[in-house]
């Protein structure tokens, strides 16, 4: 099976492989974003004349073949050779996943074996998502959630208009709608604006201005999880210059400012400026807001980002020893309950055994904090117990539900180096 096991076979058998995988080379090729065909062999032994079984047994081999190859094309070798044994786990116990359809070219009947070619379809994005969720691909690193609360106004708009005030319908900001294009290009998350309902009836907010306080401005962040918030003013409005007759400029002015809500601190700001010419002052006004938007959302990006770089590298970097990983899908379900954890920061997996992982994680705080935090949060499906925590490591089981009673294990607790002494 490629990389990961192919079996002992005869010349025939070999050279058959061979001559597929000389055609999967030239052949094999994405037929959309996320997905790869690839042409494969298997082979099943014929028991008892049983040939019904004996088929089933080849395209099943031959399946896993697929996914194996196209495992080995997405995880870079230093990736592949460590974590050899979880891949394997992954391939066999998550094949069917994997595959997006199939179908046999060709089979024959060769003596006491039987034989087929499979032309199957492979999700390159279905195995990415599961390596990252066990974090056997290259280490998240989380994308701030940012945000936008720009009042705008264009050139024949009596007063700014915001989203904040919870008036219906709301109007689109040139504004905001420039910045959601930028900031996701840049490593940043977007937020949906809150529901009005929500908020509108919060007695203590400043919803009725363009300019609102830092409360409300908070409060909105936090009701989205909000890592940053982006406030400030888009307007535009017409210069005395003119060309002929028709052709008027427009001057659009963009001011905004960044706020790191953890903190509550200021982490960067841009005031931009630029002159647009049209016969239109509503298009001319918008083409003036947008382009100062873009420049400001440019310099914001490269603010913003270099803020958390220096945040990140102020982090310490902590050991997690993570027992109890042989269910995956609870070993994915506690590293997304790790990242969404206040001060983590970077997740890299250093080693992958059968049952146990053991990650890098970069933390801004002190590592009891990040125990308690981790003793708060529910699964569904197991528990944790934390049997050590030391100045620079925590180790942690993770015990399905249905082992708890039986094991008769403390879950959601754990010990301190102090108290093992």
């Known amino acids: 099976m490629l990389l ?87 391939l066999y116990s998550h094949r069917d996943s994997f595959i997006n359809g199939y179908r046999v070219l060709t089979e024959i009947k060769y003596k006491n074996r039987y034989r087929v070619l499979v032309q199957a379809r492979v999700s390159v994005s279905k195995i990415r998502e599961q390596l990252m969720g066990i974090g056997i691909m290259a280490g998240e690193i989380k994308k701030p959630k940012v945000l936008l609360m720009i009042a705008e106004q264009n050139v024949t708009d009596i007063a700014p208009h915001f989203w904040w005030s919870g ?18 290009q840049k490593g940043f998350i977007i937020l949906r604006h809150p529901e009005p309902s929500a908020y509108s009836e919060i007695s203590d907010l400043s919803l009725q201005t363009s300019e609102p306080d830092q409360n409300t401005i908070l409060h909105l962040a936090k009701l989205v999880k909000a890592d940053i918030v982006i406030t400030g003013r888009a307007f535009a409005e017409q210069t005395s210059n003119t060309m002929g007759e028709d052709i008027r400029s427009f001057k659009g002015t963009f001011l905004a400012g960044a706020i790191r809500i953890s903190g509550e601190d200021e982490i960067g700001k841009s005031y931009q400026t630029t002159i647009t010419v049209n016969t239109n002052e509503i298009f001319g006004g918008l083409e003036a807001i947008s382009q100062a938007a873009s420049l ?77 935090s981790l003793m708060v949060k529910s699964f569904d499906s197991f528990g944790i117990n934390i049997s050590q925590v030391l100045p620079d490591q925590l180790t942690i089981t993770l015990i399905p539900i249905d082992k708890i009673e039986d094991a008769k294990a403390p879950v959601a607790t754990f010990e301190t180096n102090e108290m093992q002494e």
């Not at 079984?53 to 870079?76: C, Q, Y």
């Not at 102020?314 to 990983?325: A, D, N, P, R």
């Open 4 to 90: 990961f096991s192919i079996g002992k076979r005869n010349p025939i058998i070999l050279s058959l492989i061979v001559i597929c995988l000389s055609v999967q080379t030239g052949y094999s090729q994405e037929v959309t974003p996320d997905s790869k065909i690839v042409m494969v062999t298997g082979t099943g032994s014929i028991v008892q004349n049983n040939v019904a079984t004996a088929r089933e047994e080849a395209i099943s081999e031959s399946l896993i073949t697929a996914v194996g190859l196209v495992m080995s094309d997405v995880t870079p070798s230093d990736i592949l050779v460590p974590n050899f044994q979880s891949l394997n786990e992954i």
């Open 167 to 184: 008036n219906l319908p709301e109007i689109k900001s040139k504004a905001e709608a420039v910045l959601s294009e930028i900031f996701p």
């Open 296 to 372: 400001a959302g440019e310099d914001l990006a490269v603010q913003i980002s270099s803020a958390y770089t220096k945040k990140r590298n102020e982090q310490s970097v902590i050991k997690i020893v993570v027992q109890g990983t042989r269910i995956l899908s609870n070993f994915v379900k506690f590293r997304r309950a790790l990242s969404s954890l206040e001060h983590v920061g970077e997740i890299r997996s250093s080693e992958m055994k059968s049952n146990e992982a053991t990650l890098n994680v970069s933390y801004g705080d002190d590592i009891h904090k990040l125990a308690e």
